[in-house]
């Protein structure tokens, strides 16, 4: 019997080496020499994505300005609502039109007002998960089909990352869409375009093979254990795990000597802020975008993740110093892009396991469905409200499921997912393996845009 090293990754004895963190880092590699790859920086696009775990109450990060929105805004949210005026006061989007209505963020966003303004930030209005389209009437007289487990964390941000609402599915979006892009082989390389900064992921988990490629702030994680060392050293290795094993780590930790050697001679003159955790990691993604045509990605999707937005009580201090970090490490982020003139080729966008109720449980909020997300780069229509922010905001109206002020999402998961990898270069015949469900919602041969999340659409 045969086997190879891509074979040996996929088999059941790997499972067996799965106990040990190194393992875990060893299978994230693919296993040979990086090519150095000859792609102009022009054909280079990478997708950032910033999980806000634990649900973003996105309705303080995006309220509506006009007097009677407003109004009804602030009657809802009663001790949680923002003022429009005063040292607290939100801070007014100018940006486009966006119909004439008017838009506010909150106050701890105030780089994120300029670059909206500036027309390199968007908003998506109310987005979640649905299987297919859906209205108030379909949900409570159940004739449309409903994600699985609403308003649960574990579940929803799953499903998040998955896009498959309706099963317990496996591997991620951004995965399959690798997947999907490697067999028109846009990178040369052996090492994952899937980068994360938070370890393994369901997002970037491919069907078949795609993993993501595990480094911290710092870099590539070191693949060094002495008792691999002596597996190296051996004459003759004594059975065909033994053997696979030690070249299999050989070559991982070739690797994190090529991806480090590349990572660690990429310099930036952008100043990231201090005690910033996020701040630092998008730091770490720019140096890896810099250092892409050295690891032969002509492609690259990044993930990083934001613990901490679980607030049912206390929501006002704590959602301010999450706001705060998310607007100066995406300020940050935005800077060091232009510095690099990479800003038109890289997307950063943000998900979160749901939004957050209306009503406020008193000092905080409860899980919701839809949230409001946001979106930057050069190639994005910035300065607008993308998508369908609600009619109105009170309770037991409008697109409230009837559960203090749960919204039914307006914007599927999928129509936000499309645009983002119909951006990327995924081929409109691949859609149906990388979201299964975007059919329910349109058809992709059409070349309908619903959201019109980037400049041209």
Sequence with gaps: MTFNRRHFLK??????????????????????????????????????????????????????????????????????????????????????????KAFATHPACTQIQSLYDEGEIAFVANVGTLIEKTSIKDYRTKSSRLPRSLFSHL?????????????????????????????????????????????????????????PYNITRHGSLRVEVPWVRELFNRQNQENLFQSEYANLSRDSIDLEKIFSQAFQTSTLNTTFPKSNKLAHELEAVAKTIVASQKLGHQRQTFFVSVDG???????????????????????????????????????TFTVSDFGRALVSNGDGTDHGWGGNALVMGGAVNGGQILGDYPETLRPKSGLDVGQ??????????????????????????????VLPNLNNFLDVKSGVKPIGLFSGT
């Design 11 to 100: 088999s059941g004895s790997c499972a067996l080496m799965c106990s040990t963190p190194m393992i875990n880092t060893i299978i994230n590699l693919k296993m040979a020499s990086a090519a150095v790859s000859t792609q102009k920086q022009d054909d280079y696009k990478a997708l950032v994505c910033i999980l806000l775990s634990g649900g973003n109450d996105s309705w303080n990060m995006l309220i509506p300005a006009d007097k009677e929105p407003y109004h009804e805004y602030a009657n809802t949210r009663d001790s949680l609502a923002l003022p429009l005026s005063g040292p607290s006061a939100a801070l007014t989007l100018t940006g486009n039109a966006n119909g004439g």
């Design 404 to 433: 203090n002020g749960r919204l039914l999402p307006t914007t599927a998961c999928d129509e936000y997912f499309y645009e983002l990898l119909e951006w990327f270069g995924v081929a409109a015949s691949d859609f149906e393996f």
């Design 155 to 211: 579940d929803q941000r799953a499903q998040w990352q998955t896009s498959v609402p309706q099963s317990d599915e496996k591997s991620g979006w951004l995965g399959r869409a690798s997947e999907a892009l490697l067999e028109s082989t846009v990178n040369a390389s052996d090492i994952s375009m899937n980068i994360s900064l938070a370890g393994n992921n369901l997002l970037q988990t491919g069907a078949t093979s795609s993993t």
């Design 309 to 347: 937005w679980d607030n049912h009580q206390d929501l006002l201090s704590r959602h301010d110093k999450l706001l705060h970090q998310l607007d100066e490490a995406l300020g940050a982020f935005n800077a060091a892009l232009h510095e690099l003139n990479y800003q038109d080729q890289v997307t």
